[in-house]
């Protein structure tokens, strides 16, 4: 594949005027820092942890971006008084938002969303009242990867609401499911990211929904596709126009998921296939990152006498134990982790719980060339999302709490690339060029065989 098709604008070029970014669920700001570096400047940005006192993300965001624009407030007060006219949010090119998978069911009629089962699962719903307030030109989410097969009693219905709402409010919705380390990054971690365009790039049938997925979509640009070994023949299906249907019908036959790790929606109309990655990029490492013995901390180092404990809890299990709730005994097993972890490849996934010194399965630890083993830092952490050290650093903010962070927290770089594409497609006139080229390269007869 020629990977010269994938160049985007350049955002160092001061002739194209940066374009608006509204930033919900803001976090730390790794969607704002991999944008501006392509070009996009955030104009208003809303972080709010409801189950905390003290905003440890939305301070750090405000210490490294500043106060102007940014809003630490619950966003469905914020959005009541946008509705009802008491408040503005300024106009956007761009929505953006990396938000919680929950229980997104529609319990009541859509008008009533307080009706909408799981806490967290609201948050959905803000996002589309800020859709129906604003319809800017495009959308950029971004979530767990098993939001494609949740809830477990109904794979994929939760994704299927989705697409039906994005596709109701005129949106042309293509996803994909991304691994950082696939494409060149120090970490391991898989997302879904989520572009929605409004202006429907399907309804012209020039461009096919198969060759938007492999060649033409944005995320195909950002992240091409090994044609070679992914498997091409698409599943296609339709959603229904009755978002109550979705929510009580979808999934209820039972079986996996019905939506690939790539796709694309357009009038209601799912194509999906199970794309591989096609990258050339070297791949980077977990030793890339890391500190030198003498620059880190002697809390992070474990303890010879808890080096067992961390081994159990690393290792595989087959064992009887009982519940605690109702004593019903049960067998539990898993399977083992890398102890210590492996140096040479890029790493496991940073999760929420990588702080504390207590031993745990999920934490990284790694030897060091004297043979003592430790934690990661809160800095290397931080080098594994693609932030600059110490990012997260501010007083009062614990080195668990900036582990927390950065298991919340994006891989920029991840990003960064798609926001080069969508400013491309944002800014060019060579579209029809492109798809000229893309389509010499695989014509559409040989698609899938």
Known sequence: MDNSLAQTTDASDSSVAPL???????????????????????????????????????????????????????????????????????????????FPCQDYSVATALEHATGIEGKKGVLWWEIYRLLKISRPPMILLENVDRLLKSPATQRGRDFAIMLACLNELGYTVEWRVVNAAEYGLHQRRRRVFIVGRQDRPLSTGVVSAQEWILHEGDMARAFPIDLESSELKPEVFELDS???????????????????????????????????????????????????????????????????????????????????KNGYEYRYSEGALPFPDKLGQPSRTVLTGEGGTSASRFKHVVMTPSGKMRRLTPVELERLNGFPD?????????????????????????????????????????ESNRYDKRRELTKPSEVGR
């Open 20 to 98: 608006r970014v509204v930033e919900l669920f803001a976090g730390v700001g790794g969607f704002r820092r991999g944008l501006e570096t392509s070009g996009w400047e955030t104009v208003w940005s809303n972080q709010w942890e409801p189950a905390t006192k003290r905003q440890h993300a939305s301070e750090v965001y405000v210490h490294r971006f500043g106060t102007e624009g940014h809003s630490n407030e619950d966003i469905s007060c914020v959005l009541t008084e946008v509705e009802n006219g008491s408040r503005e949010i300024p106009e956007h090119d761009l929505l953006v938002g990396g």
């Open 242 to 324: 009755d978002l109550t249907v979705i929510s009580d019908e979808f999934g209820m036959t039972g079986g996996p998921t019905p939506f690939g790790s790539a796709g694309i929606c357009f009038q209601r109309q799912v194509t999906t296939v199970r794309a591989q990655p096609d990258s050339s990029e070297p791949r980077k490492s977990l030793q890339d990152i890391l500190l030198t013995e003498d620059e880190v901390p002697e809390s992070f180092y474990i303890p010879e006498n808890q080096v067992t404990k961390w081994e159990y809890l690393k290792g595989a299990k087959q064992e009887k134990r009982t519940s605690k």
């Open 390 to 430: 110490d990012w997260t650093k501010l007083d009062g903010i614990t080195d668990a709490k900036r582990a927390f962070l950065m298991g919340n927290a994006l891989v920029v770089g991840v990003v960064e690339r798609i926001g080069k594409v969508l400013r491309d497609s944002m800014t060019t006139t060579e």
